[in-house]
């Protein structure tokens, strides 16, 4: 958070709650020279580390006389733009980012439009993380630019930081819907489609390589040509695409009263490399059951003693018609809205078979 003045940014920390009387400390940084600066650096984060070690030695799970759970000691820092200006050197930047990184909040007051953007920088060079800058103003263009999400406010200071952003409101208070209902909405919709993307595509490619072994691996392909060419554009788009736009595992009032499930997101549970593994499983299992269970149906019409085989692409016809019916139930199976209109719609695409 950046603030005008230093009582100011205490006063505002207070207000909106970044600042609790709960916390074990506040540090000031507000040294004027170098060595100042990072004296206090590295003791705010000695006695950061010093209560940590206490209450992990303790269990971590300490329990007041009241019976109730006693929560981690919590700490902030406030630094004004004179010591911010030493903090963010060469030398003492990873410093400053260590013990910041330890702390609940961090306040700078009094900053230049530059130093907002070299703290957006300094943690997205060294941290794992997506960065926000939220801004009102015509200062604030270089920090909404930095991140890797801008958010301006269109108030009394103009439309720079507005026309600057990804997204715009009018009001603070519109951030917490912003990330908390429709930003974990996209990350559960964008994780939905891509691990139906990669399954569907998954089994469409494994089916074709299972019959390479009764063709002799010659060019001859399983579906036909049509069909291939708009496999991934109308049979199976239409599911993933209504997948992507409308699937909601939580509705908007539970996303905002339980904010803990937005971390889910934060730690990519929904989407990393073991879910990867699993669609990519899943894909190569149904590819075996339909190809298998269709050649095994009609093996006696491939070399029938009568001489007489059935065509090769009424084969093909049925296989890319089970295919298709398949990846469609999929969308319906994982589908956590499916009794709302997007399961109607996803449900109508099976017409295409």
């Known amino acids: ?18 600042l609790t009387e709960e916390m074990k400390e506040v540090f000031i940084i507000d040294a004027d020279e170098e060595e100042g600066v990072v004296e206090q650096l590295k003791r705010a984060n000695d006695q950061v580390d010093s209560a940590m070690g206490e209450y992990n030695q303790a269990g971590g799970d300490v329990v007041d006389k009241e019976g109730k759970h006693r929560e981690p000691p919590l700490f902030a820092i406030v630094l004004n733009g004179h010591s911010l200006q030493y903090a963010l050197l060469k030398d003492n930047e990873l410093q400053l980012l260590d013990t910041a990184s330890k702390c609940k909040a961090v306040i700078c007051c009094r900053v230049t439009p530059l130093q907002k953007k070299l703290v957006v920088d300094l943690v997205k060079a060294h941290k794992k993380a997506v960065t926000l800058a939220i801004g009102d103003g015509a200062n604030d263009v270089g920090m909404i630019k930095a991140a890797h999400i801008g958010v301006g406010i269109s108030g009394q200071e103009g439309q720079q930081a ?25 990350y559960h919709r964008m994780t939905q489609f891509l691990r139906y993307f990669f399954y569907k595509n998954f089994v469409f490619t494994f089916t074709q390589f299972l019959f390479g072994f009764f063709c002799g691996f010659t060019a001859q392909t399983l579906y036909d040509a049509g069909y291939i060419s708009i496999y991934n554009v109308i049979y199976t788009s239409f599911p993933v695409l ?14 905002i009263k339980f904010p803990k499930l937005y971390v889910l997101g934060q730690q990519n549970v929904l989407f990393n490399t073991k879910i990867f593994a699993r669609s990519l499983m899943k894909g190569i299992t149904h590819a075996i059951v339909i190809f298998f269970v269709l050649m095994g149906c009609y093996y006696k019409n491939f070399y029938p ?11 093909g016809y049925i ?8 990846v469609t139930l999929q969308v319906l199976i994982v589908c956590l809205w499916m009794f709302r209109p997007q399961g109607v719609f996803i449900s109508s695409t099976k017409g295409y078979i």
Request: aromatic share 14%; hydrophobic share 40%.
């Open 1 to 18: 958070m950046c603030c005008c003045v230093a009582e100011t940014a205490i006063n505002i920390g207070y207000s909106c709650k970044l």
């Open 162 to 186: 507005v026309l600057a952003s990804d997204y715009s409101f009018g009001q603070f208070r519109y951030l917490e819907r912003l990330l908390l209902v429709h930003g974990r909405w996209s």
């Open 242 to 255: 209504a997948l992507a736009i409308l699937d909601q595992d939580v509705d908007e009032g539970r996303c």
């Open 305 to 315: 003693s009568d001489g007489y085989e059935v065509d090769y692409q009424s084969f």
């Open 319 to 326: 296989a890319s018609g089970a295919l298709t019916f398949v």
